[in-house]
């Protein structure tokens, strides 16, 4: 539980997610919730299904290529700050 709660204690990262949904779906209602869990509700009624999954598709992708980005660039930053052996 303690490692949930270190992920994204101040939804800064949630925030971010639902920004690049919104940017993807500007016509749908995004909504984040949860505190140990994360979960999106996108309303996207009255629009064409099969358009609504490829843009859901594309904005997690790019989200998760964010995220792995700034994972790594984060990793970098702390191997740089670690003492060399």
Do not use: C
């Not at 996207?44 to 998760?64: S, Y």
């Amino acid at each position: 539980m303690e490692e949930k709660e270190k992920w994204d204690s101040d939804f800064a990262k949630r925030k971010k997610i639902k920004a690049i949904l919104d940017h993807f779906h500007s016509e749908f209602s995004v909504r984040i919730g949860g505190s140990t869990s994360v979960y999106y509700a996108i309303d996207a009624r009255g629009t064409d299904p099969v358009l609504t999954e490829q843009r859901t598709k594309a904005a997690i992708l790019a989200a998760h290529n964010s995220a792995v980005g700034t994972s790594v660039q984060a990793h970098a930053e702390q191997m740089k700050r670690m003492p060399q052996r």
